[in-house]
């Protein structure tokens, strides 16, 4: 690019040849007002509102779709310029409605603003305005049409950078409307954007509305704790609570948009469901008490069980589970008050059934890429990952790359999800069926490479292979590619070997990988919230796989029965402890039935903690409000417990000693396996291809939907009636649908070994044959638990 | 996903012959065409109809619907058997189109946008259509009729079907 000179007001500047002059003066803090144009977006050039003087230009110029060229004059606030300016604001506000005392925009708003700047204080239209009806488009959207200026941010951020056109404009000139197809809902994962982006107060947030006055609200900076990216928030309150979420723009991370996750996951902290003053339970009765009772009760129960063991067995009856979205020093505090009680039975991996690989994992789940690079590589193999909803931004990057990069992206998935970018190759498998498609995918590298295929893959690979791209794509990228273990993945029985199998492509072809753990995964196992030689994993502390589980549990912000992939198992092994310590922001009934004491815990606005994203990024968010009633902050929690269990170790005084125990040296993010092991396949046999269809079983297809995962989440009103949150259903393939004689809309019975749910079935031919997609994270599936094998049957 | 089939072969096999006119990824383009073929077929855009073509075309409905209510050719609501489309732009109103749209608003009963109760007529409103050195002019189904008069009107609407 050559580099060539401009005057703007008198300064010459450098410029790109070719890039629009309002780049040029953004970079150099030469104010220039405008609508319509957005950094993120393409040019539209179509609310005039950025009109400047060029020197021998025959009228005012957009700044925004006016290529700079070499020696040209520019002035930004000359007379013409300020009268073009000001012709253009009296021709936005015709129509608009001036209601700023009653829209929430008020006080926050470019329109405002620069009517302040370039409005006059008289209008000389005396016609009437135009008005328009404004529709219902979903929870999280409030509209007010009339006050649109037409400038199709939002329309263009649809198209562009979420990937899903939602909102039109239709009609023409004056009948012209911003608005959905028969105004149906918004439903992309990163609508709240559009929010951001809107100019005016046409779109506002429908959680927020008429909460408070942008002038009156503080602004925290904080840490999202819902992916592995980190994304960062600015929490605003007002009087202490918390009233909104916007994105703080870090061009490293999430730039300038949040997930709809990251945006209205605060509603939860609001809840009237949270968990504000200890309780026991006395007999049968749960009573409120104070915190010194409550925790004496709980260490009290914690010793008698301790006690009850004898020798070596001390202490190994009890174990600590804890959320994925828990800070480091939670973590850290949780594992240290376990193992100093001579257990090393603690976990954070409620969604994972397979750790046959815990000896040989690397130090954290990590993305050997950078986030700011996703936006740049060759080839991507998603390997059991719906990166649309498990890392909403993410998939914004990769979309972006496709388009812009031409990134060759592949997928083997169960369901052949609807992303918001073009796959090469879509590879459409479940269960074991699914380890097949990788280990195809590898003896075709080894071909190509004329590598040799360790034994154990060969056994798997398909002889007679299909979807031939993915390797060559990945070959080709070399260090520009990149293999993505998604939740999926990780979640699957033979979650092992699929990583094992993606990292031997990675190793033969360069290619670098990415096991994107969820929520502050990363932190959980660098504070080594992961059991030890000597310990029990998440699965067996839970009973699953047949193991007698345990016999007391502290758990801290989870709900197993919820966030475990195998509900069943840990409710009944929940049931059935002798003790069960919950610390919690929340309450729920089946939590109240199994437990013995409720802790209240800050929610993650109302503590502080660090978090450490998929690259080994360490960030600390603050303390945004004071907790609710008698919360207290996790970590402080269990440092008192500590303290009352006389424990060595707890004597900290402020969650920077807390982070000062942690080993935070070397956090280089490789998430490769110590060494290659092929665990033999427990799926093998799930084949879902021909040999099934002789049979009436089908394959369960297990998934948390985005907005189940945490506790949290699931207490974010708004969030839980988007239409990524659906009511649970039983996903069937239409033709699978059809030999079992099924129709979209019957009740059906799934049944499996550990037992029934009943559930209205839903065909969807995105999903791979002779499987049944039963999400979990719903208490109507629960009874399934991990069983792979299930019938359908209708019920008459 | 729709899985009512709501055009004719004949119909989608000439949508099919537009989208052959342009590029494989530009299907988009065959939209204007697609529209019109769907409302010679139907006689009007319903919203389900709009909805089928875009799935036809391949793109999001919003983007159908934003051509179909652009174009005031497209009609949105039912038309009668033969619409009338009455110019009022600056040459025919310098020539008298205000009489003749009177004129024809009380022979046929009807305001503009509205059809008669046998639905013989539909009545619209119409800018410049390029015919200024006949006006006062309206157009009929596919046919220009110039340099209107009452008396001229009764005979051409007298002479349709
Ligand atoms: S709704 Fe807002 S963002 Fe969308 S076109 Fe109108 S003013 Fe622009
Ligand atoms: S900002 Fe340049 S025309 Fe809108
Ligand atoms: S103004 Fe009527 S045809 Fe041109």
């Known amino acids: 690019m050559t580099t060539v000179t401009i005057e703007v007001d008198g300064k010459s500047l450098p410029a790109q040849a070719g890039e629009m002059l309002i780049c040029v003066t953004d970079r150099n803090d030469i104010y220039i007002p405008r609508f319509c144009y957005h950094e993120k977006l393409s040019i539209a050039a179509n609310c005039r509102m950025c009109l400047v003087e060029v020197e021998n230009a025959p009228k005012p110029m957009p700044a925004c779709a006016t290529p700079v060229m070499d020696g040209m004059k520019v002035f930004t606030r000359s007379k013409y310029a300020q009268t073009a300016q000001q012709g253009t604001m009296e021709f936005l506000l015709i129509n608009h409605p001036l209601d700023c005392p009653v829209c929430d925009q008020g006080g926050e708003c470019p329109l405002q603003d620069q009517a302040m700047d370039y409005g006059s204080d008289d209008s000389r239209f005396l016609e009437k305005k135009r008005s328009l009806p404004s529709h219902d488009i979903g929870p999280l959207i409030a509209t007010e049409m009339t006050r649109c200026i037409h400038c199709t941010r939002c329309v263009r951020f649809g198209e562009e950078v979420a990937g899903v056109v939602e909102l039109g404009a239709p009609g023409r000139g004056e009948h012209m409307q911003i608005g959905t197809f028969l105004n149906r809902s918004i439903d992309s994962e990163v609508s709240g954007n559009m929010i951001d982006l809107c100019p005016v107060g046409a779109l506002t947030s429908k959680p927020y509305r008429f909460a408070a006055r942008s002038w009156e609200l503080q602004n925290h900076p904080g840490i999202s704790p819902h992916d592995c990216l980190g994304t960062n928030i600015n929490i605003q309150t007002l009087r202490d609570q918390v009233e909104r979420v916007l994105p703080i723009d870090n061009p490293e991370i999430n730039q300038c948009w949040l997930a709809d996750r990251d945006r209205y996951s605060y509603e939860a902290v609001n809840s009237e469901q949270r968990l504000t003053q200890p309780m026991i339970k006395d007999g049968r009765k749960w009573r409120e008490v104070d915190w010194e009772t409550a925790i004496n009760h709980a260490t009290a129960g914690i010793t008698t069980v301790l006690n009850s063991g004898s020798g070596n067995d001390i202490g190994k009856g009890i174990g600590g589970l804890a959320a994925a979205s828990s800070t480091l020093e939670e973590f850290y505090l949780l594992q240290k008050l376990i193992r100093n009680m001579g257990s090393d039975n603690v976990d954070h991996r409620l969604q994972q059934c397979d750790f046959r690989d815990d000896n040989i994992a690397p130090r954290f789940p990590a993305s050997e890429i950078q986030i700011q690079h996703y936006n740049n590589l060759a080839a991507v193999l998603l390997v059991g990952s719906n990166i649309r909803k498990e890392q909403p931004l993410l998939a914004l990057r990769l979309r972006d790359g496709c388009n812009k990069k031409g990134t060759k992206i592949s997928a083997i998935n169960p369901v052949d999800f609807d992303f918001n970018f073009d796959t090469v190759e879509s590879d459409v498998a479940a269960g074991g069926q699914m380890v097949r498609s990788l280990a195809t995918q590898a003896a075709h590298v080894a071909q190509i490479k004329s590598a040799e295929l360790p034994f154990d893959i060969k056994k798997i690979a398909d002889s007679n292979p299909g979807f031939e791209q993915t390797a060559n794509n990945l070959v080709a990228a070399g260090e520009n590619g990149l293999i993505i273990i998604g939740a999926l993945a990780q979640q699957h029985t033979d979650a092992s070997l699929l990583k094992a199998i993606s990292q031997w492509i990675c190793d033969t072809t360069g290619c670098k990988l990415a096991v994107l753990g969820c929520a502050n995964s990363a932190a959980g196992w660098i504070a080594q919230c992961v059991p030890g030689d000597n310990g029990m994993n998440a699965g067996q502390m839970l009973g699953q796989n047949g193991s007698a589980g345990l016999r007391c549990f502290i758990l801290l912000g989870t709900e197993p029965e919820l966030d475990s992939i195998d509900g069943k198992s840990a409710l009944a092994t929940l049931n059935k402890a002798e003790f069960v310590v919950q610390i919690s922001a929340f309450k729920s009934a089946s939590v109240m039935k199994y437990a013995d004491v409720l802790l209240p815990m800050a929610a993650f606005t109302e503590s502080a903690g660090t978090y450490i994203n998929c690259e080994g990024r360490i960030q600390n968010a603050k303390v945004a409000v004071t907790p609710k009633g008698e919360a207290r902050p996790g970590w402080k929690i269990l440092r008192v417990m500590g303290n009352f269990l006389e424990l060595n170790g707890f004597e900290q005084i402020t969650i920077d000693d807390v982070t000062e125990e942690i080993n935070l040296t070397d956090i280089t993010p490789s998430c490769r396996l110590v060494e290659l092991q092929f665990h033999p396949t427990l799926s093998s046999g799930e084949k879902s291809t021909p040999d099934l269809m002789e049979s009436d079983s089908l394959i369960r297809v297990v998934d948390m939907p985005m907005y189940r995962a945490e506790v949290t989440l699931r207490h974010a009103r708004a969030l839980q009636q988007t239409a990524d949150n659906p009511p649970p259903a039983a996903g069937l393939n239409p033709a699978t649908a059809s030999r079992l004689q099924l129709n979209d809309g019957n009740r059906v019975k799934v049944q499996n070994q550990s037992g029934s749910a009943t559930l209205e079935l839903r065909t969807n031919d995105r999903l791979a044959e002779n499987c049944v997609y039963v999400p979990a994270g719903f208490m109507e599936t629960t009874d399934l638990g991990r069983h792979v094998r299930v019938t359908v049957k209708k019920i008459e | ?161």
């Open chain 2, 1 to 161: 996903m729709l899985d009512k089939v709501l055009l004719s072969d004949a119909s989608l096999q000439e949508i099919d012959n537009e989208l052959d006119k342009y590029p494989k990824d530009r299907r988009q383009s065959a939209l204007l065409a697609a529209l019109r073929i769907a409302q010679e077929e139907h006689n009007w855009l319903s919203d389900e109809l709009i909805e089928y073509v875009a799935e036809v075309i391949g793109v999001p409905p919003v983007r159908a619907f934003e051509v179909a209510t652009f174009y005031s050719m497209y009609d949105l609501k039912p038309v009668g058997r033969h619409k009338i489309n009455v110019c009022t732009n600056i040459s025919c109103m310098l020539r008298g189109c205000d009489q003749i749209v009177n004129y024809l608003q009380n022979k046929l009963g009807i305001g503009f946008g509205e059809t008669t109760a046998d639905g013989k007529f539909t009545l619209k409103e119409v800018e410049c259509l390029a015919a200024c050195a006949g006006a006062p002019m309206m157009q009929i189904g596919r046919d220009y009729y110039e340099n209107l008069s009452p008396e001229k009107i009764d005979t051409i609407l007298q002479a349709l079907p």
